[in-house]
């Protein structure tokens, strides 16, 4: 188990802060995609495990290739852990926690967000065992599929897959160089060793997957027909994008601009940004070093890059001369029959990225048949998040546990099986299918947070077990909702412009409390951040509220405006307080460094 000294104290905080203009509380959006990731997690679970129905898992993964492969998470509804998407997950994740760290900080978010990455890259860590050996894959997808089992129970084979110097995978050590790179600066400010440990292990990943150069699925062919890919040049391209964001060394944009005409960086024009497809990602990244005016010598090949980083943006826009990106009747991107939700959410995130770099450059989006100024495109950005959480012509939300109506037969054998916490006996294979799969009944489980597949071209859905083409999650579906629920929520009470409150759900239900936590200011001694917090403590109930005494958990520095007791980090109000009237409030400050303390009622009259 990790260090806890090492990852941020973290608090979950139910808000009712909601967006008026869609009415969807990206907040909630946001922490239930964080808890889709706690459900797909394998090996030994934590003891923070906020999904209680998940038990351990694959705890020999590995051990017949004498590899300690435990860990990392299953790929969609079943069990194997491929290694490229997972990657591509843990790099979108990152990438959210770079753009929107502040967002994450105020909301207490963060934690969660470094802990769902951590997950993946210390799996990685293991999975590179040697400087060119990475183990790929573990688990065979055709026998997966012959057994509907828990994780819990799993039988079928967890034959382990590897790319090497005879059997290379340039895709999948690229992709895994860059979320170790991308991870590597989202830790940067939390865990420095740890972040040093993870940019060894992407130069290593990088320098292998350039050298020997090859497709995973031609060294590791069963996963061909899950995870085809359509080439490396991409991910080759990404790895050093992000190795140059990570460590600022020139020979890193030096690579990207000798090889941006022989890699197609700057011939391939996209409508799509996915697991498999990195082209426009790596455009826009590059983008914002060019808008930055740190191009100095490769400006113009940067500008060449950029414009290709429009092609997607103005085509998603519908803007791009008739060369646009298809969208359902309902105003969803439509690119592929198959879980087609998971490119709309990534093509949401990158535009919101991109929004945000010409906003910082105070530029425009030139397109062929007008300009786009960069709010139209956060805000097309926004309707695809709104269109994934229930405005469509279903009045669905396509993720799971989030509003009153969304799928209930996901396709999921966990989800879809009672927990071996209230059915103790295993469940089969064959019985898995005969009693668990073909039930008509919603799912036990609920997978809260996992972005099916969604509609239709029509914006049709059949919420169907069997119809895994729309009911199955994945990984890389849900993990750019993270960064793009985050920036959709700083939206709210000009985030940009001053610190946005949020609200502490008191401890116990029914308390007529609420906390209101502001930060006021913030300044820096050495590496350390310290922040003043302002509490606001409102009586919302009809009484007054007498003798409250609040729990306050992780603080580190001083406080000012509450009295200690004699219990452990219990406080009451000062004696001159004898009493909060009916909606009347009263206010404490502290300061520490790092995240914002756990405020709690403990007991009041």
């Known amino acids: 188990m990790a260090n806890p000294r090492h990852i941020l104290t973290t608090l979950v905080l139910v808000l009712t802060i909601i967006d008026g203009s869609s009415g969807f509380d990206y907040m909630q959006a946001l922490d239930k995609s964080l808890l889709f990731f706690e459900a797909q997690r394998s090996g030994k679970l934590p003891w923070n495990q906020r999904v209680k129905w998940r038990g351990d898992s694959g705890l020999y993964d590995g051990y017949q290739q004498r590899v300690n492969l435990v860990g990392g998470y299953y790929d969609a509804g079943d069990h194997v852990k491929f290694g490229l998407p997972m990657a591509y997950s843990v790099t979108m994740l990152s990438w959210g926690a770079i753009e929107y760290d502040r967002t994450m900080m105020d909301l207490n978010q963060m934690g969660h967000v470094l802990n769902a990455i951590k997950w993946g890259t210390d799996y990685f860590i293991k999975a590179h065992s040697q400087p060119n050996v990475l183990w790929g894959q573990v688990g065979d997808g055709d026998s997966d599929h012959y057994c509907w089992e828990r994780a819990e129970d799993m039988t079928t084979p967890r034959t382990a897959y590897k790319v090497d110097t005879e059997h290379p995978g340039s895709d999948l050590a690229g992709e895994t160089a860059a979320a170790m790179a991308a991870a590597a600066?989202?830790?940067?400010?939390?865990?420095?060793?740890?972040?040093?440990?993870?940019?060894?292990?992407?130069?290593?990943?990088?320098?292998?997957?350039?050298?020997?150069?090859?497709?995973?699925?031609?060294?590791?062919?069963?996963?061909?027909?899950?995870?085809?890919?359509?080439?490396?040049?991409?991910?080759?391209?990404?790895?050093a994008t992000w190795l140059y964001r990570a460590t600022k060394d020139a020979s890193y944009l030096k690579y990207v601009?000798?090889?941006?005409?022989?890699?197609?960086?700057?011939?391939?024009?996209?409508?799509?940004?996915?697991?498999?497809?990195?082209?426009?990602?790596?455009?826009?990244?590059?983008?914002?070093?060019?808008?930055?005016?740190?191009?100095?010598?490769?400006?113009?090949?940067?500008?060449?890059?950029?414009?290709?980083?429009?092609?997607?943006?103005?085509?998603?826009?519908?803007?791009?001369?008739?060369?646009?990106?298809?969208?359902?009747?309902?105003?969803?991107?439509?690119?592929?029959?198959?879980?087609?939700?998971?490119?709309?959410?990534?093509?949401?995130?990158?535009?919101?990225?991109?929004?945000?770099?010409?906003?910082?450059?105070?530029?425009?989006?030139?397109?062929?048949?007008?300009?786009?100024?960069?709010?139209?495109?956060?805000?097309?950005?926004?309707?695809?998040?709104?269109?994934?959480?229930?405005?469509?012509?279903?009045?669905?939300?396509?993720?799971?546990?989030?509003?009153?109506?969304?799928?209930?037969?996901?396709?999921?054998?966990?989800?879809?099986?009672?927990?071996?916490?209230?059915?103790?006996?295993?469940?089969?294979?064959?019985?898995?299918?005969?009693?668990?799969?073909?039930?008509?009944?919603?799912?036990?489980?609920?997978?809260?947070?996992?972005?099916?597949?969604?509609?239709?071209?029509?914006?049709n859905f059949d919420d169907d077990r069997s119809n895994y083409e729309q009911t199955e999650p994945t990984m890389s579906g849900t993990a750019p909702l993270v960064g793009l629920f985050t920036k959709l929520h700083s939206m709210n009470s000009n985030y940009e412009a001053r610190p946005n409150p949020t609200k502490n759900q008191p401890k116990s239900v029914g308390v007529p409390v609420e906390f209101y936590h502001t930060i006021t200011d913030s300044w820096t001694v050495g590496r350390i951040a310290y922040y003043r917090h302002k509490v606001t403590i409102k009586n919302q109930s009809r009484k007054p509220i007498t003798d409250l005494k609040l729990e306050i958990e992780n603080l580190s520095g001083a406080l000012w405006g509450l009295s200690p007791t004699r219990n452990k980090n219990i406080y009451e109000l000062p004696k001159w307080i004898k009493m909060i009237k009916p909606g009347s409030e009263c206010s404490f400050v502290y300061v520490q460094g790092g995240p914002q303390a756990k405020v709690s009622v403990q007991s009041y009259h």
Request: charged residues 15%; aromatic residues 14%; proline residues 4%.
């Open 185 to 239: 600066i989202a830790f940067r400010p939390y865990n420095s060793s740890y972040s040093d440990l993870l940019l060894v292990h992407a130069k290593q990943l990088f320098w292998f997957a350039d050298r020997f150069r090859g497709l995973f699925t031609d060294s590791i062919p069963s996963a061909k027909e899950f995870y085809t890919s359509s080439g490396y040049s991409d991910e080759l391209l990404w790895a």
């Open 257 to 459: 601009v000798d090889n941006a005409v022989s890699m197609g960086g700057t011939g391939w024009a996209m409508k799509e940004f996915s697991w498999d497809n990195k082209y426009a990602g790596v455009q826009i990244l590059l983008s914002k070093v060019l808008m930055d005016g740190d191009g100095g010598a490769y400006t113009s090949t940067l500008k060449q890059y950029q414009a290709k980083a429009d092609y997607f943006a103005c085509a998603c826009q519908q803007k791009n001369d008739g060369y646009n990106a298809p969208l359902t009747p309902g105003g969803l991107l439509y690119l592929h029959e198959w879980n087609n939700m998971q490119y709309a959410a990534s093509a949401a995130f990158l535009l919101a990225v991109y929004s945000d770099y010409l906003s910082a450059a105070k530029s425009v989006l030139k397109c062929p048949d007008a300009d786009v100024q960069p709010r139209e495109l956060l805000m097309f950005a926004k309707s695809q998040a709104d269109y994934i959480l229930g405005k469509n012509p279903k009045s669905m939300s396509y993720m799971v546990g989030y509003g009153q109506t969304y799928p209930i037969h996901v396709h999921h054998r966990g989800a879809s099986i009672a927990s071996k916490f209230v059915l103790h006996s295993v469940v089969g294979c064959v019985q898995g299918f005969d009693t668990w799969y073909r039930r008509p009944q919603a799912n036990p489980n609920v997978l809260h947070g996992g972005l099916v597949g969604g509609p239709d071209r029509n914006d």
